[in-house]
Every structure is written in structure tokens, then in C-alpha cells.
């Protein structure tokens, strides 16, 4: 904090005047893919939601009020859903082992898995399979 302010002396000062921006980015939790880094992006300049996998499910409240809230009240041009290659969530849905909390919250994608499980377990999927 101490640096951000060194560099940029309004720092807080400039972003607590408001927020306008035209990107909405819902992305994983993973700590490797941050989105301003990912896109380059100064803080005020995307509205971001992060879980982990990535999810928009109609009953998670918490992306429904993300989405209307850039949708309605800031205006956001475009909505980014970026998804992550060795996804730790995607790889932990389709393992067996007992995730506990993680089981209901990745139970589309295993739903998903479920569905298709001879083409995602095909050979030549092999090392792709949980992109
Ligand atoms: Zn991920």
C-alpha cells in the first residue's frame, strides 16, 4: 500500500471518486490468473467476480447480483467468462475424493463430465481434459 501510494500519490485518493467501467470479468479463483494482470488493466477499469471454476449458475446469488449490478447500474460494455487451463477446480470435480463444501459448488461440471464421460475420457484427451 505504502508503494502504490509512493508511486501514485492520489491513489486512493482518485479511485475513491467512483468507478466506471466497461468490462465485466468473471473468471477462477485461481491465484495465477488475475484478471487486471491477464488483461493489463488498472484498477477501476474492470468489475470482477472470481469462484472458483469459473461458474455462472442461475441460483448462485452471489454472480446474479455481480451481473445485474454491472449490467444495470454501471453499464459494463462487455462481459468476459475466461476460463483457465489446468483448472483445479475442473480437474477436482471430475476426481472421486470427497471435495466436502466443494461437491454441491461443483456439481454442474461433474454433471457435465457425467454426460460426456466417454469423449472427455477418450486417449487423445488425455492431457486436455482438464482444460
Ligand atoms: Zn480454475
Known amino acids: 500500500m505504502a508503494e ?3 508511486l501514485v500519490p492520489n491513489y486512493f485518493k482518485d479511485l475513491s471518486k467512483g468507478q466506471a467501467p466497461e468490462i465485466l470479468y468473471i473468471g ?6 488475475t484478471a487486471e494482470v491477464l488483461m493489463d488493466v ?7 467476480h472470481r469462484n472458483i471454476a469459473n461458474l455462472v449458475n442461475h441460483i448462485d446469488l ?20 475466461c476460463g483457465n487451463d489446468h483448472c ?3 480437474k477436482s470435480a471430475i476426481q472421486p475424493a470427497d471435495l466436502g463444501i466443494l461437491k454441491p ?6 454433471d457435465v463430465y457425467r ?7 477418450a486417449k487423445e484427451l488425455e492431457e486436455k481434459r482438464y482444460d
Open 105 to 110: 459448488w461443483l456439481r454442474n461440471i461433474r
Open 62 to 81: 452471489n454472480v446474479m447480483s455481480v451481473l445485474n449490478y454491472a449490467v444495470t447500474v454501471l453499464q459494463v460494455n462487455h462481459i468476459f467468462v
Open 28 to 33: 477462477c479463483s485461481d491465484s495465477r490468473v
Open 115 to 121: 454426460l460426456h464421460k466417454d469423449e472427455l475420457n
Open 4 to 6: 502504490k501510494i509512493g
Open 88 to 90: 483445479g477446480g475442473v
Open 42 to 48: 488498472k484498477p477501476g477499469e474492470v468489475f470482477v
